[in-house]
């Protein structure tokens, strides 16, 4: 149809075809996918190496299997990843709390939250993890 249209049997998705543009010079720019799983690793380890060293949380999943996108962790109880999670949304981290079946907390630390999110992240467990 588009041949036979020469290429205008419709308006192609400008929007969509730009904003595809700009995510992928952004990609480049961070060293293409090879460069995107290197930094998703980093990010993914910085948290995971503060919940190891805690003495309040724990993570579910076993080591050869976790996450480098969506961290889980939970505390010693119910009450206390409540607190956690009310005082780290008032200190501006949003969409921590768990599902709702499972629990706990989830950071998702997808490729456009920054190393300095998470680093902040990092930091404000290691406090909530000594003030408790």
């Known amino acids: 149809t588009m041949i036979d249209k020469d290429s205008m049997y419709n308006t192609p998705p400008c929007w969509c075809i730009y904003m595809l543009g700009l995510v992928l010079e952004w990609l480049d720019s961070k060293g293409g996918v090879e460069g995107m799983e290197k930094i998703k690793h980093r990010k993914a380890q910085m948290l995971y190496d503060v919940l190891d060293g805690s003495k309040l949380f724990t993570c579910p999943a076993e080591k050869g299997s976790r996450s480098d996108m969506n961290v889980t962790f939970r505390s010693v109880s119910k009450e206390l990843d409540a607190k956690f999670v009310e005082q780290a949304t008032a200190a501006g981290f949003t ?23 998470v680093e902040k992240l990092a930091d404000f467990i290691r406090k909530f993890d000594q003030d408790n």
């Open 95 to 117: 969409n921590l709390k768990g599902h709702r079946n499972v629990g706990g907390m989830r950071a998702s630390i997808y490729n456009a939250m920054p190393m300095e999110g």
